[in-house]
């Protein structure tokens, strides 16, 4: 989502003492104790490519993107020039959290004309406002080839490829669906439309159900015809805090279903930053450490998945956009150490759910981009997911905990036998002593990140800040092995915690 749709009331959140961890890793005793169990869990493995992230198609074309000085009241009003692909530390940034997919839409996607062969001149068509041009896509080919990442696009279903009376036109879509297929670019998922729900705030027009439902279906012809094997997905339904989906316009169209669709796609930001007009939770440093408001995430991916069954059976499910706040993102917040207990707890919600993939929006750009895309340097949530990604792998466990400010996910190893417990400590003034409970063997590697303070840009993994090298390679990124299957974590700490010896059947 990149402009903001209209809503509700403000959240005013007070914010809470911080009593995050600081470098000196676990202390040798704790405020309080907990115990995870883990377990087989019911057989749930997601894809590969289940992290991953997006460029939004306005940074892509050179649109209007966020202020980057995060002012309030500017809702997508910033120029920026065309994403550069090719810069050296960006690719390798990106090349660590591979395989991956690569989404490219948002609110632009909706008014962009593809021009392959220069016959607009980079002047946008009566009804539409924005030229992706051959060189553009051409460089989102390059680096998706490059880096191993697979495309999910966003096709134009906005006002300008529509007619008269409001039905889609395929034709421009199919000169890019073509293009792509004769060079090679590797697309697996066309997705038509950007936040359908929202057309009424964000283009004007309310697109009935019924006629997105026959828009839906002549994008299947057309994708089956040009692209043999690619996906089709939809609808990119967008999902407010504390709200939901406040038009019910999902449930209308999954009532007129079934839709011809591989895969059913939404979209949530569990809060607003300054930027956003109106909100419904705004963000603060402490909002996504409440248990509560972390919960959310499940309950909204429910009523998706119940909608999907309805209207689309067998489709798979995916979070197919997802930021810590709407609107760019929430300086101090969104950048920061804060937003990564948001960011590990969501995927390991999604996860648990069996949902194929979760898109960070986005890889870099605004306040909630994984890498700062002035500096290329990497954020907190950078290096979070860089650890779920190494460290993670596609198997699901069960894993239970009895306190309601330690959550706990279980997945086998990424690597060898073994399970991995991603645990959040989210109380921000208490340390905790995890006992672990399950056939785990009785060795333990853990890698625990902590900061100064929840705002701090830096983080430290087992006391050891992490940043570049002088030649920009990635850290180690070593853990610290010990006996025992318990370990004591700081007040607002993140843990991934390996069991190498561990003998659970599914993880070997």
Known sequence: MKRASTLLVVLIVAVLPCGCGGDDGPAPSADRTSRVSVGEGDGVTIPERFLSVAVDTAQVVGGLFWNPDGSSGTVGDFPVPPYDFARPRLRAL??????????????D??????????????KAPAGFEWVLTKAQWDGVADFARALDYRILFTLNAGKGPRDQSDVWQGDNAR??????????????????????????????FFLQPQQYGADLAAARALIDAAAPGAKLAAPAIAYWPKAGEFNNYFGQLMAVGPHPVDIVT???????SRRCPLATRRARAEVMLDPQNLDEASRWAAEVEAHTKKGAPGAAVWLGESGNAQCGGEPGVSDAFAGSFWWIDQLGVLAARGQGAVVRQTLSGSDYGLIDDQTLEPRPDYWASLLWRRL??????????DDTKLRAYAHCRRQGDGVTVVLLNVDTAKSVRVDLDGALGDTLVRYTLTAASLDAKVVALEGVELKLASDDTLPALDGVEQRGTNLVMPAASIAFVELPQAGVAACK
């Open 175 to 204: 000169s890019l669906v073509e293009y792509s297929v004769a060079n090679n670019v590797p697309v697996d998922v066309w997705e038509l439309g950007n936040e359908v729900n929202g057309y009424s705030v964000l283009l004007g």
């Open 392 to 401: 993670v792998g596609t198997r699901v466990l069960s894993a239970k905990s």
């Open 109 to 122: 996607a909706d008014h962009t004309y593809y021009d392959l062969d220069g016959t607009t001149g980079g």
């Open 266 to 272: 939404w979209h949530y930001y569990p809060q607003q």
């Open 94 to 107: 990106a090349k660590a959290l591979a395989p991956a997919l690569l989404r490219v839409g948002g609110t």
